[in-house]
């Protein structure tokens, strides 16, 4: 059986602040790389990629729940603010669900649903 080490709450985030040091430098370093070859990519940003991740996920398909959980957002709610509007399409498919759910259950029993 190992045991882990506790660090303290400083150390714990003395490394965090190193690691997202060292992947911004790795980023910028790729961007530089890159916009030699490809000049329009000057302006990308780690969180530039993310919103694209994020709209390309909506946009092929994928529920606001699942774009929620690859994320990382605290609530469904940040997620609809940000790509519920690049959902049109799965939310025609809803609305075309509930109508056909409707209409076969108001031809059998011929009533309004309210």
């Known amino acids: ?4 080490t506790r ?6 985030e003395r ?3 190193t690691r997202k ?3 911004q430098r790795s980023f910028n370093k790729l961007v530089t790389t890159t916009t030699k070859t490809l000049p329009s990519l000057y302006d990308v940003t780690p969180h530039t990629m993310r919103k694209t991740f994020g709209s390309w996920a909506v946009q092929s398909g994928a529920t606001l729940k699942q774009v ?6 605290s609530t469904i709610m940040i997620t609809e603010r940000h790509y519920a509007y ?3 399409r799965n939310l025609q498919d809803a609305i075309s ?6 209409n076969e259950n ?3 029993n011929n009533q309004k649903a309210y």
Request: aromatic share 6%; hydrophobic share 30%; glycine share 8%.
């Open 7 to 12: 660090y303290s709450p400083e150390v714990r």
């Open 106 to 108: 108001g031809n059998e």
């Open 68 to 73: 929620k959980e690859l994320l990382g957002h």
């Open 86 to 88: 690049l959902a049109p």
């Open 1 to 4: 059986m190992t045991t882990r």
């Open 21 to 23: 040091r060292d992947v």
């Open 15 to 17: 490394a965090v602040q």
């Open 97 to 102: 669900k509930l109508e056909g759910f409707c």
